[in-house]
């Protein structure tokens, strides 16, 4: 657990979190009073819900989950995560740079994220085909979603 947030960024946090309130508090006297279409509400529901599922997945296909819990290595967390580089417009849109090029980040943790496909580029260029840095591509969100699925799956029946 995180200790709770001290000093200045203590009390930035407690007014993060009382302007939020205030806002869904306000959002919802604006849809109660009929200033705010519920329909409107509903429909803004359902974006919001649609990119948080998105984000969510996305932010769980980032590693393949296959650690046991203990601490992690620079190398260990390199295998557990995943690279999606091009071709493909779609990955661009689920997974921007820093999430396209996750495995990479966690190699190479001080890279900045504008540098990592041209830093992808010259690896597979230079590493032979077997190489573990090539085993940490794939090639889109479906595949990876299916494999932590049977992942899970397995574990589950393993643990139960």
Known sequence: MRPKPEGEFGRDWALQEAAASLWAIALLAMVASGVVPLRDFLIFLGVVAGVMFLNQVRTLVAHLWENDGDPMSVTAQFLDS???PPPGTLPELWAPVGLRYHALHHLLPGLPYHALGTAHRRLCEELESGSAYHASSH???TP???RLAASTLTNRRISA
């Open 82 to 84: 995943v690279n999606v």
């Open 139 to 141: 090639r889109g969100l």
């Open 144 to 146: 990876l979603v299916r």
